[in-house]
């Protein structure tokens, strides 16, 4: 019943910008915090950043900060991810979690609820 959706996804340009949508059924997402991942070909998942539950202490992939921004609309129960300024390093499988509980983490094993992905690829 625990459910994440990704969508949002696309081919952009370097440079260029994208909106990635998470959003959650089955749970109450204002409770939780909530991340985003991204896996390239032949690399190892990672994360990108994580909200918790409260909204403060985010965290941010430090190759990312400064471009990308993540947020959330508990009462649409969605967690955005705006990110901008995108290079061809970002290109990537991008997934969101949750580990159920209202802080967030680096380790990706207490990620235990996860999304199907979205293809994000930036090329010229």
């Known amino acids: 019943q625990v459910q994440l959706v990704e969508s949002g996804g696309g081919l952009v340009q370097p440079g260029g910008s994208l909106r990635l949508s998470c959003t959650a059924s089955?749970?109450?997402?204002?409770?939780?915090?909530i991340g985003w991942f991204r896996q390239a070909p032949g690399k190892e998942r990672e994360g990108v950043s994580c909200?918790?539950?409260?909204?403060?202490?985010?965290f941010y992939l430090d190759s990312v900060k400064g471009r990308f921004t993540i947020s959330r609309d508990n009462a649409k129960k969605t967690v955005y991810l705006q990110m901008n300024s995108l290079k061809p390093e970002d290109t990537a499988v991008y997934y969101c979690?949750?580990?159920?509980?209202?802080?967030?983490?680096?380790?990706?094993?207490?990620?235990?609820?996860w999304g199907q992905g979205t293809q994000v690829t930036v090329s010229s």
């Open positions: 979690a949750t580990t159920l509980r209202s802080w967030c983490t680096s380790e990706r094993y207490r990620y235990t609820y």
């Open positions: 089955g749970f109450t997402l204002d409770r939780y915090g």
């Open positions: 909200i918790p539950s409260s909204g403060e202490g985010i």
